[in-house]
């Protein structure tokens, strides 16, 4: 039988050569786009990390410069149950906007008392889903981690001891543990029924947090004012998301509902006041859902393009 000659095919240099520099030119454009992004996010990281870090400047001055002594001794501790939020806030935001790559000095712990033997305790044990390994051996206890945190009742404390088994296998020297869940303040000592107990009293009960303290404290828990207030800053952090749901929400309703309360302000280093304004939003009272918001940059420029449209002065103004 007789074989055609192959066929060979027609190479053109040119086309490959075009289709080359295009799928180069694409992988540029490509490239250039992500390096601009990357280095715009990177401009407003640091213009943010400059800004808290101004701000925590100015409030750990506020609280230790000697003007601060002129102020008389309970109105000194209010502000300083302000100034400790707010500066443990800002340390949190600053640490979640750090890069984790950075090699950070380690931070110094304090030295935590124990919490009071007479206290009830409820273990939690968070053991292993299975006890035998993944290469089929049977896992053999070898200890455990234990820690307390401190949660509240109303009307009673208790501690809750997390006991996280730990489980080797001799043969092919694996250790599972179960991992602790997710807390609020990571390697902290209150839980979230006392975080909840304590952003309630002080915001709904209007209890001071160093009443709060005391009454802990006739409970036989020592727990300084400032510690309350550092767990206030951090929750104030982790409840953004839902601060700015609420605001979304309320920002698509045909109308809201704003109230202004003047209240008399002192000024940091100066013994005189000066008026100041709570503002307040909500939905009607006939919504199907309610909500509440407040802030004085609640409308952000939406207010002040509204206020210079009609020819009014907007109270957000400086």
């Given amino acids: 039988m007789n074989a055609y000659p192959p066929i060979k095919p027609v190479k053109s240099t040119n086309s490959y050569r075009t289709i080359g520099n295009l799928a180069i030119g694409d992988c540029r454009t490509l490239t250039d786009q992500r390096i601009a992004a990357n280095a715009k996010a990177i401009q407003q990281k640091e213009l943010k990390i400059d800004q808290l870090t101004y701000e925590l400047a100015y409030l750990r001055r506020l609280k230790f410069s000697h003007k601060s002594k002129q102020i008389s001794a309970l109105q000194m501790t209010l502000l300083d149950e302000v100034t400790d939020a707010d500066i443990a806030a800002i340390e949190s935001e600053l ?29 939690i044990r968070h053991d292993p ?22 949660d509240y009742l109303p009307g009673s404390s208790q501690v809750e001891r997390h006991i996280r088994s730990k489980w080797a ?24 029924g006392l975080l909840a107990h304590l952003l309630i009293a002080k915001y709904a009960d209007h209890l001071p947090l160093y009443r709060q303290a005391q009454i802990f404290e006739r409970a036989g828990v020592k727990l300084p004012s400032s510690t309350l207030a550092e767990w206030v800053g951090v929750c104030g952090v982790q409840l953004e998301p839902v601060a700015q749901a609420l605001k979304d929400f309320l920002l698509t309703q045909p109308v809201l509902h704003a109230d202004e309360t003047p209240v008399p302000m002192l000024k940091p280093g100066n013994k005189k006041t000066h008026k100041a304004y709570l503002w307040a939003y909500t939905n009607p009272a006939n919504a199907q859902h309610k909500a509440v918001c407040s802030g004085q940059a609640f409308l952000d420029t939406w207010f002040l393009q509204f206020s210079y449209s009609i020819g009014v002065k907007s109270p957000f103004a400086v």
């Fill in 129 to 150: 889903e299975s006890t035998t390994c993944s290469c089929g051996c049977q896992l053999r206890h070898i200890g455990e981690d234990v820690s307390e945190k401190l």
């Fill in 169 to 192: 296998c001799d043969a092919c020297e694996t250790l599972v543990q179960k991992p602790m869940p997710p807390q609020i303040i990571d390697k902290g000592l209150p839980t979230s």
């Fill in 95 to 123: 640490e979640s906007l750090k890069d984790k790559t950075d090699t950070a000095q380690p931070k110094k712990q304090p030295k935590r008392q124990p919490l009071p033997e007479n206290l009830p305790r409820l273990e």
